[in-house]
């Protein structure tokens, strides 16, 4: 099992950066696909990108393509996603998943078995 702890959310203007992160629990940490997923008010839980166990391989939405980037330390057992260039539209609450081997084009929250608690970015205009 896998523990998740979100950080780095906050109140930002569009157009400036922000920096996720997400610490993990667990001596297997690179055995585990991580991905970002964000939830908007009244809207369903969205796949945002992901990243294989070893970092080489990542996957983005067409929405964040360009302006966020995946890594991963594995040696800290954390995940980051760093966010260019907000917009108002990328408002949501922002939750780290994880599953041990999992695929990096599983953009269904149902195929993530662990979740953090979330953080919430918040973009005005």
């Known amino acids: 099992q896998v523990q998740l702890v979100e950080s780095g959310g906050g109140l930002v203007q569009a157009g400036v950066s922000l920096r996720l992160s997400c610490a993990a629990s667990?001596?297997?940490?690179?055995?585990?696909?991580m991905a970002w997923f964000r939830q908007a008010p009244g809207k369903e839980r969205s796949f945002v990108a992901a990243?294989?166990?070893?970092?080489?391989?990542?996957y983005y939405a067409d929405s964040v393509k360009g302006r966020f980037t995946i890594s991963r330390d594995n040696a800290k057992s954390t995940v980051y996603l760093q966010m260019n260039s907000l917009k108002p539209e990328d408002t949501a609450i922002y939750y780290c998943?994880?599953?041990?081997?999992?695929?990096?084009?599983?953009?269904?929250?149902?195929?993530?078995?662990?979740w953090g608690q979330g953080t919430q970015v918040t973009v005005s205009s």
């Open positions: 667990g001596r297997t940490f690179s055995t585990y696909s």
């Open positions: 998943a994880a599953e041990q081997y999992g695929g990096t084009r599983n953009t269904l929250p149902r195929q993530w078995n662990y």
């Open positions: 990243i294989s166990g070893s970092a080489i391989v990542t």
